[in-house]
């Protein structure tokens, strides 16, 4: 096997099971390895640490398979691939048929973000080592119980960083006959496997979800960055007396009428637009909601993209703070990697402060618990959330 060798000093990250090896950290590579290929990650002394993917174009060089499986074959894919199935069946099917069945690093399987939806099972492969095993892991996730095929969704931008094109398409099985529909807590949503965001849905929140529907009765709610209505859906289903959601995409705002349409629910307002300039224009009217969700995409996918992130995170929950009534409440989240729970808090308590509200955090929100989150991989919480209350 073909060996990464680690400066003097750099294995420590490694002892402590961190599953990155960074460019930085090494001092030179022993043998011709292959994008995607098995290498040997050593310390400067020559003892192996763990076995990893090699990533040559990328800044994280190398992604740790195991610590001491030495062998990476398709025995081991699938084995790691049911393993992770195996472990959500804490979710029960009453709730939900949409579930993640494989949540990359805190899963042993970096790179590889698998989402099932009844019996479809949506793939994205973001890593060179993902990309090796493609065929591997789909064959995994067709040998699964009830999976009647296999989508890839591996064109997330976070490939052009590892050296890799997008793919998207078909892998095994029939393509569906009938539209893919989630069930999440009693509502339905259509699920754009080839198109939509991510695997199509956000599975991430619906604990949060519910805990919105669970605020909202009797308020004046407003929903930005929508998407196809999860959070407002919800809002109405919990007796909102008004819901306003807003995106700036059109394909899915009609996702949103056509799911508040296959739930019957009716009173929701659907604006297409900018979210940041509509806020300016609610503020200088003097509009006011008394709960806001504010769910941005990804602004910082690395920590380099950190400052400038910070700095639009400011911005929107300063003008959330603005747009509350007294006593109002604000569920707010970041999903970007680079941005870390604590440096989130202090975003949020600074908007506060220039927004001149008195604000309390009532909760911590997170990821649903089919994205494990490993104690070794702190950046697999890459979802964090407030809830917080400002004063009457």
Not at 188 to 202: C, L, P, R, W
Not at 212 to 219: C, D, P, Q, T, Y
Not at 249 to 258: D, I, K
Request: one cysteine or more; charged letters at 25%.
């Amino acid at each position: 096997m073909n060996r990464l060798i680690l400066k003097p000093g750099r294995e420590k990250s490694l002892k402590r099971r961190h599953p990155w090896v960074f460019s930085g950290s090494i001092a030179r590579i022993d043998g011709d390895p292959q994008a995607g290929d098995a290498i040997a990650v050593c310390s400067a002394d020559g003892v192996v640490l763990a076995v990893a993917a090699y990533s040559p174009q990328s800044q994280i060089r190398a992604r740790v398979w195991d610590w001491t499986v030495q062998n990476i074959d398709a025995a081991f894919i699938a084995h790691r691939i049911t393993r992770a199935a195996g472990s959500r069946v804490a979710v029960p099917s009453d709730v939900t048929d949409g579930v993640r069945l494989v949540h990359g690093e805190s899963d042993g399987l970096p790179g590889v973000v698998a989402d099932r939806y009844g019996d479809t099972v949506v793939v994205q492969l973001l890593s060179t080592g993902a990309e090796r095993w493609r065929d591997a892991i789909a064959d995994a996730l067709a040998g699964l119980s009830g999976v009647a095929r296999v989508i890839e969704r591996s064109d997330a931008d976070v490939r052009a960083l590892e050296g890799l094109e997008s793919r998207s398409g078909l892998l095994r099985g029939a393509a569906a006959k009938e539209p893919l529909i989630v069930s999440e807590h009693g509502l339905k949503f259509s699920v754009d496997a080839e198109q939509g965001h991510k695997t199509g849905f956000y599975l991430d929140q619906r604990d949060n979800r519910l805990a919105l529907r669970k605020l909202a009765r009797g308020k004046t709610v407003l929903d930005c960055f929508c998407y196809s209505g999860g959070f407002a859906l919800n809002a109405l289903a919990g007796g909102a007396a008004a819901v306003m959601a807003i995106d700036s995409s059109g394909p899915a705002l009609q996702a949103a009428r056509a799911n508040a349409a296959l739930n019957q629910l009716d009173g929701a307002e659907w604006l297409e637009a900018d979210v940041f300039k509509t806020l300016r224009v609610f503020r200088d009217a003097g509009r006011t909601f008394d709960l806001i969700v504010l769910d941005p995409p990804k602004l910082a996918p690395t920590a380099a993209h950190a400052e400038k992130a910070a700095r639009a995170y400011k911005d929107i929950n300063l003008l959330g703070f603005k747009l509350l009534k007294p006593g109002g409440v604000l569920m707010s989240y970041s999903c970007s990697g680079g941005i870390s729970p604590d440096l989130f808090q202090k975003i949020v308590a600074g908007a506060a402060l220039d927004a001149g509200v008195d604000a309390r955090i009532e909760g911590w929100l997170h990821g649903a618990a089919d994205h494990p989150v490993a104690l070794n991989f702190p950046e697999g919480e890459y979802l964090k959330g407030l809830l917080l209350n400002i004063g009457v």
